[in-house]
Each structure stands twice: as C-alpha cells, then as structure tokens.
C-alpha cells in the first residue's frame, strides 16, 4: 500500500518520480483499511528535504500510511516559505487531542545550545509528555533522540573535539531485534553531528538498550524499552548528496570541517559518492512501521489506554 501524502506537497512528485507508491485522499478513501497514523515534527531548516527524506522511507511498506506534518507553535521557519509551511503543516498546539500511531522527531542543527535554551524547549517538553498518552511509537532522530534521552533518563549529550562527519562502519549488536530484522552484521551510515552521548550512559539505565554501534562514533541506535521507542543518531534517510551539501555550506560559511570521512571515493570531492545506506534505512524504518501495525490498538482513542 502506498503513503498518503497531499498531490501538491513537493515531495509527492519527487516519489512518483522514484517508484515510491503514493496516494491522494481521494483514493485512499476508496480503501476500506485503517490507515496508520504517522506524525512528522519536522525541526530541520529544510522542511521540504526532511520531508521527502522520511516520506520516501516511511512510504515504502505494504501499509497505507497517513502523514501529517507537524510544526512548533511559535518556531518561525527563516528558511522554508510560509506559505508551504500553511498549506501542509499543523501547529502542534492544533492536534493535541488527536492521537497517532507513530511520531519522528527529527533533529535540528542546535546541538552547540544547552537544551534549556532552546527558543522551543517548553512546547517540546510538552510534546514528549504528550506522547506518553498519544502516541504509540516514537522515533527520536539525533538531537530529537538526544533530547528525550535528556528529558526522560537525565542522560546528557557531550560536545565532541571536532565533529563526527562522514559514512562510518556500524555493527548490528542486537540481532534478535524485531528493528533490525535483515540487517547486516556490519553496515555504513552517514554520519553527521558535533555531539553524542556515553554508551556508559545508556548502559547504566536497565530500560535503555543499545542496538547500532560504532566503535568510532559510539552508540547509532537505542531502544526503550519502557516508551515502545527508538533513538537514532545517525542518518538513514540521508540522500546521496546530503553530506556534500553540508560540507560546501560550511565550506561556504567558512566554518571549521574536513572531507566527510569514507563519502567521496578516494577523497576527491569533484567525484560522486555512492549511497551505501539506502537498503538499511528501508528495513529499520519498515520495521519500525511493522512493529507498530503489529502492536497497535485498531481504535485510534485506545492508544494511551491499553498497556
């Protein structure tokens, strides 16, 4: 089944493009299924990028899927128009009292900031206990991982010497993992991020449970246990040429970065690297998607109620 996604959002054509099954409303409606509902708190300067990157993941499975885009209330985007931001994102304060079966939350480049200093640290700490009675499943991608691990655990990120930045090797440490079902034992995913946080940490916690790792940029993937969530650091949803755009936009900004690490082939940054991730990222966000299917209630309101 495809994802359901508006025919004017920009990334609907992309998919298309892609092979990607998409839907409009009118044809999802035709469907006598239950779709599952799927929240996108999108924190990232590029809304329509992000957006196309975890659609293109989350509309690969054999379930229709609802997507909707979710905003802070407040948070201005300076680099997405507001007229896209209108048409296709809710304010988070709007759909409190709905409910989803899944939400990602993405990152946002504020690593270098002191949680607390966040301009949207109180909505956010009122969406992640909102999640405990409205949401099903989370997955938290990078600083919005690093951001629940700090609300909930008290575990902290830590500000690395110089970023981590580049396609690292990672290696399947749980295999059993219904997350991580096909997976290699050893994999490459991109890489991008001036902190991270203590597999020390994460070990010292019984609910947490550490599932991707490198021996390079530490823990990649953390379930919990106790929240039916996941903690990503890392960036399966990268396309091929993210990397190189964020090497020329500091590279432009004249701010401090090296080569992206085992990216371009031997180094030389006028070739093309080649997307090593892709597959991966379809199975960790099917999976994702399959255990929430498997494991959720069939009425929307009984998420939150149910144990």
Not at 30 to 46: A, S, T, V
Not at 56 to 61: K, S
Not at 106 to 116: D, K, S, V, Y
Not at 253 to 270: E, G
Request: glycine share 6%; aromatic share 12%; net charge negative.
């Amino acid at each position: 089944m495809p994802i359901n996604i508006p025919e004017s959002l920009p990334a609907y054509r992309v998919l298309c493009d892609e092979g990607v099954m998409v839907m409009g409303a009118a044809d999802a409606k035709r469907q006598d299924i239950r779709p599952l509902e799927i929240g996108l708190l999108n924190l990232m300067p590029k809304k329509i990028e992000t957006e196309t990157q975890f659609a293109r993941l989350i509309g690969a499975t054999p379930l229709q899927i609802n997507l909707t885009l979710i905003r802070m209330t407040e948070h201005q985007s300076k680099t997405t128009s507001a007229q896209h931001m209108e048409a296709f994102y809710k304010p988070f304060q709007s759909l409190k009292g709905e409910k989803f079966d899944g939400l990602i939350v993405t990152g946002a480049p504020i690593e270098h900031l002191a949680f607390e200093d966040v301009t949207y640290w109180n909505e956010l700490l009122e969406v992640m206990d909102w999640t405990e009675t409205h949401v099903h499943s989370l997955f938290g991608v990078c600083w919005g991982g690093m951001a629940m691990l700090w609300h909930w655990y008290g575990i902290d990120k830590h500000l690395l010497p110089a970023k981590a930045f580049g396609c690292f090797q990672h290696s399947n440490l749980y295999p059993k993992s219904p997350y991580l079902r096909g997976f290699s034992d050893e994999f490459v995913i991109p890489v991008s991020r001036w902190t991270e946080v203590k597999s020390e940490d994460i070990s010292a916690c019984q609910d947490l449970r550490v599932l991707l790792g490198s021996d390079v940029t530490g823990p990649c993937l953390i379930e919990d246990l106790r929240r039916r969530a996941l903690y990503i650091f890392n960036h399966f949803e990268y396309d091929t040429e993210t990397l190189r755009e964020e090497f020329n936009r500091d590279l432009n900004r004249q701010s401090p970065i090296s080569v992206p690490c085992n990216y371009f082939p031997d180094d030389d940054t006028r070739q093309r690297p080649s997307n090593r991730w892709r597959s991966h990222g379809h199975l960790l966000y099917g999976n994702w998607i399959n255990e929430i299917y498997q494991s959720t209630p069939y009425d929307l309101a009984e998420i939150g109620v149910q144990p």
